[in-house]
């Protein structure tokens, strides 16, 4: 069992910027697959950035050129950078890990953290 836990969340103006860490209780070398995820208040889950096995990096449109993920494998931590925060930002953001094994991925999330960007 993956732990995953998530820290860097607040509330920032628009314009703003942000810094989200996910700390992972194994090393993300063992990982196959990276990615933050965030879910607003009535709306379904959906990915923000992702990082494939290797360096490859995914965003959805709404994000790219504007947050940036990246991933320390020294201290297990991925992170999640946000300038130029948009009130449309706002929602709960979660880190969630992929690793296969024999049959099968085992997915692993955290308990998420709080970004509202507001004036």
């Known amino acids: 069992q993956v732990q995953l836990v998530e820290s860097g969340g607040g509330l920032v103006q628009p314009g703003g910027s942000l810094r989200l860490s996910c700390a992972a209780s194994?090393?993300?070398?063992?990982?196959?697959?990276i990615g933050w995820y965030r879910q607003a208040p009535g709306k379904q889950r959906e990915l923000v950035a992702g990082?494939?096995?290797?360096?490859?990096?995914t965003y959805a449109d709404s994000v790219k050129g504007r947050f940036t993920i990246s991933r320390v494998n020294a201290n297990n931590t991925v992170y999640l950078q946000m300038t130029n925060l948009k009130p449309e930002d706002t929602a709960v953001y979660f880190c969630n890990v992929k690793r296969r094994k024999v049959i099968g991925v085992d997915s692993y999330w955290g308990q998420g953290t709080q970004v509202t960007v507001s004036s």
């Open positions: 990082i494939i096995s290797g360096d490859k990096t």
């Open positions: 194994e090393s993300m070398f063992s990982m196959n697959y």
